[in-house]
């Protein structure tokens, strides 16, 4: 695996460079409106991300504040919808849903050291998904750049043809 930290715009390994000056409009703009729909996914990706980070984060949170909620009274989930209620009385062991219907119980300091683990990775995952999204957009405002230059020397030659 090939580990550069060049820019993404330059070719990777197995794909071939496209000069887009060589492209008509009609091919520009296709290649547009692809780069719009992979923008718009990497920023829901984002926004995906950013909700996952908050909620694992919360979670790493509301593991300090375990010991002195022993006694309190809380809701439990039965479904989505419906809850019971039911009194906190084991503060040192949590039950921590990894993920596909699967818990694992652990202490509070594993607990915290698990969340805090999932929101490193989180935020690593999101920093790669900007960079993708920001090399994204930059090729798109080539693109725009290109497709305007494209435009005004069509306008500029019917004008040219007009006058004579």
């Known amino acids: 695996m090939n580990n550069s930290t060049g820019s993404s715009l330059s070719p990777a390994e197995g794909m071939q460079a496209v000069d887009l000056t060589k492209l008509n409009l009609m091919q520009l703009t296709q290649f547009k409106n692809g780069l719009d729909s992979d923008i718009q996914f990497y920023q829901e990706s ?18 300090s504040q375990m010991k002195e909620r022993e006694g309190h009274e809380v809701l439990v989930p039965l479904t989505g919808s419906m809850y019971v209620p039911g ?18 119980e652990k202490d509070i300091n594993g607990a915290k050291d698990y969340f805090n683990r999932k929101v490193k990775f989180v935020t690593q995952n999101m920093e790669r998904v900007q960079a993708i999204g920001s090399e994204k957009a930059k090729i798109r405002d080539l693109v725009m750049d290109i497709m305007q230059e494209k435009l005004q020397a069509q306008f500029a030659g019917m004008s040219a043809a007009n006058k004579s």
Do not use: H, P, R, W
């Open 46 to 63: 984002l926004q995906n991300l950013k909700l996952a980070q908050s909620k694992f984060q919360d979670s790493s949170d509301c593991m």
């Open 87 to 104: 009194v906190i009385k084991e503060t040192e062991k949590v039950l921590v849903d990894v993920g596909t219907g699967y818990y694992v």
